[in-house]
């Protein structure tokens, strides 16, 4: 089955074509990269597709259903990691991801679950300020998913981290993929693309440029192609500044 089907979706902002013209699908259980330089569109485009933004034009199908106007059909079974990370003050991480798990009804024991899970047992009583940039990224992935759902994305969820923080969080993002989950993420680490994704839709300015296995993308330009910032080079004309 298909868990995204995206058509010709454009969004403008006043003379900005954040999202033009974009196709996109992607399959039950796959893990999908939407790898871009800041400004390409990727959050627009996650957060329409998310159902959180209406299109000016094209359509979006997520797991089989129209997702505006808001479509309580698909809600449950999506998680959302939004790229600025909102907590509510002053909980601890145990109480932030209770809240959250009671919004979908799920138990607090389960809630608690997630916080081992994504190895935060020990910090369950400490309150969301004084965790790292990695756990708290780690918390919100947390909170993204106590629900269970079968389609996850991410927007962004290793910038600012340091590196040994991203590659905990690269193999806590492989774990929610073996699980069954299909991801979707964004991301403008081209590493990050490469290491951890299955296909890679590579987006700048509002387009999506080319979608494919990042081993395609590169053998696809021929000999000179060895990475996915000559593949960036090729497509845009210029090199990849994220
Ligand atoms: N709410 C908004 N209002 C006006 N312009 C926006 C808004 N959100 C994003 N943009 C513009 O749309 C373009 C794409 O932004 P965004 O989707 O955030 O890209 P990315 O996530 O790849 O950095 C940028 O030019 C950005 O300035
Ligand atoms: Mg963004």
Request: charged share 25%.
């Amino acid at each position: 089955m298909t868990a995204i089907r995206v058509r010709d979706l454009t969004k403008v902002y006043g003379e900005v074509r954040a999202v033009d013209g974009v196709d996109l699908d992607v399959a039950d259980g796959e893990f999908v990269g939407v790898l871009g330089p800041n400004g390409a569109g990727k959050t627009t485009l996650l957060e329409v597709v998310e159902g959180l933004r209406r299109p000016d034009s094209g359509t979006v199908e997520v797991l089989g259903e129209q997702v505006w106007p808001r479509n309580a059909a698909v809600l449950p079974r999506i998680g959302v990691q939004l790229q600025a990370s909102a907590f509510f003050e002053r909980l601890t991480a145990r109480e932030q991801i209770r809240t959250f798990a009671a919004l979908y009804d799920v138990s607090p024991a389960r809630a608690d679950d997630w916080l081992e899970r994504v190895g935060l047992g020990e910090k369950a009583a400490s309150r969301v300020e004084d965790l790292s940039g990695g756990q708290a990224q780690r918390l919100s992935i947390a909170c993204a998913l106590v629900h269970d759902p079968d389609l996850v994305f991410l927007d962004e969820p290793t910038a600012a981290l340091d590196p040994q923080a991203r590659r905990n969080l690269w193999d806590l993002l492989r774990g929610i993929h073996e699980a069954g989950r299909t991801v979707v993420l964004t991301t403008h680490y081209m590493d990050e693309a490469e290491v951890l994704c299955q296909r890679v839709a590579v987006m700048d300015a509002g387009q999506i440029l080319r979608v494919g296995t990042p081993a395609d993308l590169i053998r696809d330009l021929g000999a000179p192609a060895r990475n996915l910032e000559d593949v960036f080079l090729h497509l845009t004309g210029r090199e990849y500044r994220a």
